[in-house]
């Protein structure tokens, strides 16, 4: 069963979410990178609903599912974690390492896939990316994702508390790097050890070559590795987007919600 030290985590998720949300937030009002944005809060409040339905659905179909796996692999010693003999703080890394390396792959997965990628593509039509774009999936991508995630916790072996620490280490990272601020010449440095928004910001390209590159979520260790990381002079502007999902009515609730479903040369 899950430890104390778990369920303070489990409670702490939501609170660290809203606070991690309101700092970049904060960040990008006195120092935004692109500082021409318009609509700012009905931008955010559309991406915002999106993540409030996707976070209730997923968590009646999926929360449950997740612990119940992860205390299964736990009770039986089953997962990669378990045949190694490394303690705590080590396994911990370790985990966060392969559950990373996962993503990795899945968000690749997501543009190399016709199928992923309608579903995906929501996420990159974004054509004014800050803060709130982070929160901006759309529910299918988040299904199959979570479905999936359900196996590879049974192959690492991840417990419920390396699980958690993953998550909100991968919320605040993705906000981060989606946030609408510049780091100027500490994102060159920076971006050897973590994603930053420079760098996630040519995978929010408009150009599908520049797109396709920048996958990783936490380490771009794993870009380096692939070959898939991608960099672009800073004074070079980036045009965001999706071409075919420019007009408002993508950028709606309800459009967002279509667009997987809608032929779009893309």
Same mark, same amino acid.
């Given at each position: ?57 997923? $968590? ?126 500490? !994102? ?9 928004? $420079? ?41 965001? $987007?999706?071409? $075919?999902?420019?007009? !408002? ?18």
């Amino acid at each position: 069963m899950p430890s104390e030290s778990t369920h303070l985590l489990v409670a702490a998720k939501p609170w660290l979410t809203v606070v991690c949300f309101a700092s970049f937030w904060i960040w990008e009002t006195i120092q935004p990178f692109d500082a021409d944005r318009k609509n700012r809060w009905r931008h955010a409040g559309r991406n915002v609903f999106v993540a409030i339905l996707n976070t209730v659905i997923l $968590g009646a179909l999926f929360g449950a599912a997740t612990l119940g796996v992860a205390s299964w692999s736990a009770e039986r010693e089953f997962g990669l974690l378990y045949s190694v003999d490394v303690a705590w703080p080590g396994r911990l890394l370790m985990a966060i390492l392969l559950l990373d390396a996962w993503l990795y792959v899945w968000h690749r997965l997501n543009h190399m896939i016709p199928v992923l990628w309608r579903f995906h593509r929501m996420h990159h039509s974004d054509h004014e990316m800050d803060v709130s774009t982070a929160t901006r999936f759309h529910l299918g991508e988040h299904l199959s994702s979570a479905t999936l995630r359900l196996i590879i916790i049974l192959v690492i072996g991840a417990s419920i508390s390396e699980l958690v620490a993953y998550e909100i280490l991968v919320v605040s990272a993705t906000m981060f790097h989606h946030s609408n601020i510049s780091l100027g010449k500490m !994102d060159g440095l920076l971006c050897w050890f973590i994603v930053t928004p $420079g760098m996630h910001q040519i995978h929010h390209s408009r150009q599908r070559s520049e797109a396709d590159s920048n996958y990783s979520v936490l380490f771009p260790l794993w870009d380096r590795i692939a070959f898939t990381y991608h960099v672009k002079e800073s004074n070079v502007r980036i045009e965001l $987007g999706v071409d $075919g999902i420019d007009e !408002d009515r993508w950028q709606t609730v309800v459009g967002m919600l279509k667009t997987p479903f809608v032929k779009i040369d893309s």
